[in-house]
């Protein structure tokens, strides 16, 4: 198969922070429609790898390839604009705003906080919000300040505001942490409904919850891929083993 094949292809990337490669020489393929989970131990790169493909960190080298894309040559805005949508461990969400003026805030339009509050709310942007709303459990709470949100729902709505911008590619860093047993179960039933039509890249330590939702998983170890494919085969692999056990 040729890069182009795959919604993300990553080849040969390396990042060097004062001639320490966080990052070194990875190379990864993601599929259209696929849960991917990253997992690996503390410091193996997986944060540095999505910062990588949003555009936060610049690469020293290799290449990033989003569809016919290639992303190492983009801005981080660009590269929202092309349909990446990348959501950080802690949500960043507008607490004093509703539920609902979140979800619209993050319709794709370019408009700012003032845009949107001045803003005529048209059907198609209700509808929209409706609708996602849905999905992420908190139809109930529209006309509820974000602040006083559960933590999980925090997460649920910041997931939602993502989904609202429809993007193609879709990078979570640890969606469950803090979750309770319940949430984690309903995020794992989110995201296996939210993939159709799109590409989930998943950070996650838990590895009950990402062997809930991985189609395919790949280890990171000093910022290269250790072992991939399903979580049985990885969690079988005597890397893997001796990795996590320390040996
Ligand atoms: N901007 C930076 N400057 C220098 N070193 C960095 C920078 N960003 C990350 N690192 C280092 O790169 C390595 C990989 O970090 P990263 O956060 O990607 O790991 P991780 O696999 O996400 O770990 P964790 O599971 O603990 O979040 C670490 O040793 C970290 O200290």
Not at 126 to 145: H, R, T
């Amino acid at each position: 198969m040729k890069a182009n094949d795959f919604v993300l292809a990553v080849e040969g990337l390396t990042v060097s922070f004062d001639g320490f490669k966080a990052v070194n020489d990875l190379s990864l393929y993601v599929d259209e429609g696929e849960i991917r989970v990253i997992i690996g131990p503390n410091g193996a790169g997986k944060t540095t790898v999505l910062d990588l493909i949003c555009g936060r960190t610049k690469s020293t080298s290799g290449s990033i390839k989003f569809r016919d894309k290639e992303l190492t040559k983009m801005s981080e805005h660009q590269i929202v604009h092309a349909g990446v949508g990348r959501k950080f461990q802690n949500p960043s969400i507008y607490e004093d705003l509703t539920v609902f003026e979140n979800l619209e805030l993050s319709y794709p339009k370019g408009r700012g906080v003032f845009g949107a509050l001045f803003f005529k709310r048209d059907q198609d942007v209700i509808n929209q919000v409706q609708a996602i709303s849905e999905s992420i459990f908190l139809e109930n709470l529209l006309d509820k300040p974000a602040g006083l949100l559960s933590h999980g729902q925090k997460q649920w709505l910041e997931i939602g505001m993502l989904l609202i911008q429809d993007p193609d590619l879709l990078m979570l860093d640890e969606p469950v942490a803090g979750m309770s047993v319940a949430e984690r179960r309903k995020t794992a039933e989110l995201l296996k409904r939210i993939t159709k039509g799109r590409s989930v890249v998943v950070i996650e330590h838990d590895m009950q919850f990402a062997e809930e939702i991985a189609d395919r998983v790949t280890v990171l170890h000093q910022g290269k891929v250790l072992s991939e494919g399903s979580m049985e085969r990885v969690q079988n692999d005597p890397k893997v083993i001796e990795v996590y056990l320390g040996h």
